[in-house]
């Protein structure tokens, strides 16, 4: 196992701040906008994939079959649960009154199963409401003070990266993206450089109450590179004004 973590359209290489190179690498399939079948096919065959209630028919839609269901089968059809008892897959029920959402369900159950040893990819988390989306981000920190390490949030549209300082990555594009927008999550993330894009920072401090360094563009589409000294940086990605699947067709097909 390694430290870097690979999309089909983008790599993050970590640098040294953070010890992932012993974690497994488990993958939430959610129950939000779907990702794109052939993207969450080739990213799932990197990873252990559970699913987190509705989330199981977009595995099945990618024709990849959870290693765990968890959820209170509030928006999972009858016959999907039943595709997942044909196929032995373990069922984590939960009454659909209950205090966590689904999401936090499958945090928890993630550090019973794996303890401190796993990190968490969530896809299946954009689109949808606003109060679902708005939960799920600040479930973050809240699965950090678990000992959860969740890493990001991710489909074939939009990346988000979670840097936990101190922390230094690298950014890899495969595809060149649209824009790359830095979001803290916690009140204040301070000592934040980026380089390699249009408008750099060198060691400001940003505030969640004005996140105004969004939007940025990475100068050559290929690389750009993020450090955070103190607080929870959210490294937000998005391909909306370049089709990420055609993209990666085209590389796959290689040059005319």
């Not at 779907?34 to 199981?56: H, I, K, M, N």
């Not at 606003?130 to 890493?151: G, K, T």
């Not at 949030?153 to 988000?160: G, K, L, T, V, Y």
């Not at 109450?209 to 100068?219: D, E, H, K, M, Q």
Request: with cysteine.
């Amino acid at each position: 196992m390694e430290s870097a973590l690979h999309f089909p359209q983008m790599s993050v290489d970590y640098k040294g701040q953070r010890d992932t190179v012993s974690k497994e690498t488990l993958l939430l399939v959610a129950g939000g906008r779907f990702p794109e079948p052939d993207w969450l096919y080739r990213l799932a065959g990197a990873c252990r994939v559970w699913s987190v209630d509705r989330g199981a028919m977009a595995c099945f839609e990618a024709g990849v079959v959870p290693e765990r269901y968890v959820g209170d089968a509030d928006s999972c059809s009858e016959a999907v649960l039943e595709e997942l008892r044909k196929r032995d897959v373990p069922l984590c029920m939960h009454p659909s009154e209950k205090e966590w959402t689904d999401l936090q369900l499958a945090f928890l159950e993630a550090r019973h199963r794996f303890g401190g040893d796993v990190r968490v990819l969530v896809t299946g988390i954009w689109g949808g409401r606003f109060d679902h989306a708005w939960s799920a981000w600040f479930s973050v920190l809240w699965a950090e003070r678990q000992h959860v390490d969740v890493a990001a949030f991710a489909d074939e549209r939009e990346i988000c990266v979670f840097l936990k300082a101190p922390a230094e990555a690298d950014l890899r594009f495969r595809v060149p993206p649209g824009a790359v927008s830095l979001l803290p999550l916690t009140p204040e993330c301070s000592e934040v450089s980026i380089s390699r894009v249009r408008w750099p920072l060198a060691n400001v401090r940003l505030k969640s109450a004005v996140p105004y360094a969004i939007s940025n563009r990475a100068l050559d589409g290929e690389t750009c590179e993020i450090r955070v000294g103190r607080g929870t940086l959210g490294v937000h990605v998005s391909w909306f004004a370049t089709d990420p699947e055609k993209e990666m067709k085209k590389e796959k097909s290689g040059p005319c």
